[in-house]
């Protein structure tokens, strides 16, 4: 079988051999290969679209090698960097507001990874019942402590990777994932093959949840969820929502994100 279609300078032409896709009539076959390629065309028409609105963006460096619990930390002009890596940055706070608004909807106790420039932390403070945040880099868990003592909600700082900690943790009513790869092994995993970042976190954060429980994760994705994307979550969850965070301005020299919005994702349990 062959699905052949032409679009404004690409060609799209699958080639499937008898034994694959082997539906009980010809006529789903031909539905189903036919509904999979329209995918296909449709993503490469959206990409094609926004390809001139992307910000210019700079080469991503290596992970420097080493632990990451034990690099220096540095904050410049609203740049959290570790290890070469610009690991949060300032521009993304209209994102961080509308996931952390998300993620406290249902009150009681969240669960934050990741404390970067503390932004999220600063609005989820305030907004539950109590925060208890995990972070790896010594020096930002530092800094973390140093904040939690002027926070209004009971919070606590555990230090360590969340792959650590959380099995030594009970269950939350938010779960709040901003984390960031360790090393080019992990950058190749959760951002370059999986189908977002969170992926691998989404069976054990299931586990962590209260019945009114919900998860929102720094998703990677522009507008929309990609198929394998929905299917990674709903192995995992029985609902999402999903909105778009429009109006972001990643600078210039921006290395981990070009484009002006950014899907959030509610998961429930
Ligand atoms: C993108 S920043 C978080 C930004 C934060 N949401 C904010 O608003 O500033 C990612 C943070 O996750 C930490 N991190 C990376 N891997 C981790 C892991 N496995 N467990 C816990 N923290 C991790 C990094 O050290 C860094 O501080």
Same mark, same amino acid.
């Given at each position: 079988?062959?699905?052949?279609?032409?679009?404004?300078?690409?060609?799209?032409?699958?080639?499937?051999? *008898?034994?694959?896709?082997?539906?009980?009539? $010809?006529?789903?076959?031909?539905?189903?290969?036919?509904?999979?390629?329209?995918?296909?065309?449709?993503?490469?028409?959206?990409?094609?679209?926004?390809?001139?609105?992307?910000?210019? #963006?700079?080469?991503?460096?290596?992970?420097?090698?080493?632990?990451? %619990?034990?690099?220096?930390?540095?904050?410049?002009?609203?740049?959290? $960097?570790?290890?070469?890596?610009?690991? @949060?940055?300032?521009? !993304?706070?209209?994102?961080? !507001?509308?996931?952390?608004?998300?993620?406290?909807? %249902? %009150?009681?106790?969240?669960? !934050?990874?990741?404390?970067?420039? #503390?932004?999220?932390?600063?609005?989820?403070?305030?907004?539950?019942?109590?925060?208890?945040?995990?972070?790896?880099? =010594?020096?930002?868990?530092?800094?973390?402590?140093?904040?939690?003592?002027?926070?209004?909600?009971?919070?606590?700082?555990? !230090?360590?990777?969340? $792959?650590?900690? @959380?099995?030594?943790?009970?269950?939350?009513?938010?779960?709040? @994932?901003?984390?960031?790869?360790?090393?080019?092994?992990?950058?190749?995993?959760?951002?370059?093959? *999986?189908?977002?970042?969170?992926?691998?976190?989404?069976?054990?954060?299931?586990?962590?949840? =209260?019945?009114?429980?919900?998860?929102?994760?720094?998703?990677?994705?522009? *507008?929309?969820?990609?198929?394998?994307?929905?299917?990674?979550?709903?192995?995992?969850?029985?609902?999402? $929502?999903?909105?778009?965070?429009?109006?972001?301005?990643?600078?210039?020299?921006?290395?981990?994100?070009?484009? *002006? =919005? @950014?899907?959030?994702?509610?998961?429930?349990?």
């Amino acid at each position: 079988m062959r699905v052949i279609r032409h679009l404004r300078s690409v060609d799209v032409d699958v080639l499937l051999r *008898d034994d694959y896709v082997r539906t009980p009539t $010809e006529r789903q076959r031909v539905w189903m290969v036919n509904r999979a390629v329209d995918e296909l065309v449709e993503a490469l028409a959206r990409a094609d679209a926004d390809a001139g609105t992307l910000v210019m #963006g700079r080469e991503r460096t290596p992970i420097e090698e080493g632990a990451w %619990g034990t690099r220096a930390a540095s904050v410049r002009d609203g740049t959290l $960097e570790i290890a070469g890596q610009s690991v @949060m940055q300032d521009w !993304e706070a209209p994102l961080m !507001e509308r996931m952390t608004q998300r993620v406290c909807e %249902g %009150g009681g106790h969240v669960l !934050e990874l990741g404390f970067g420039l #503390g932004l999220s932390a600063g609005m989820i403070d305030g907004a539950c019942m109590r925060h208890t945040v995990v972070e790896l880099n =010594s020096e930002v868990a530092a800094a973390a402590r140093r904040w939690s003592k002027t926070a209004t909600t009971p919070t606590v700082i555990l !230090e360590g990777s969340w $792959e650590d900690v @959380m099995p030594q943790l009970g269950s939350f009513d938010g779960i709040f @994932m901003d984390t960031f790869p360790v090393d080019d092994t992990e950058f190749e995993r959760v951002v370059v093959r *999986d189908a977002t970042v969170a992926e691998t976190f989404f069976a054990m954060a299931a586990g962590h949840l =209260s019945d009114r429980g919900r998860l929102v994760y720094y998703t990677n994705e522009v *507008d929309s969820l990609s198929r394998r994307h929905q299917r990674a979550l709903l192995r995992s969850f029985s609902r999402f $929502e999903v909105e778009v965070v429009r109006g972001l301005r990643p600078p210039d020299d921006c290395d981990y994100w070009w484009h *002006d =919005s @950014m899907a959030v994702v509610t998961a429930y349990v």
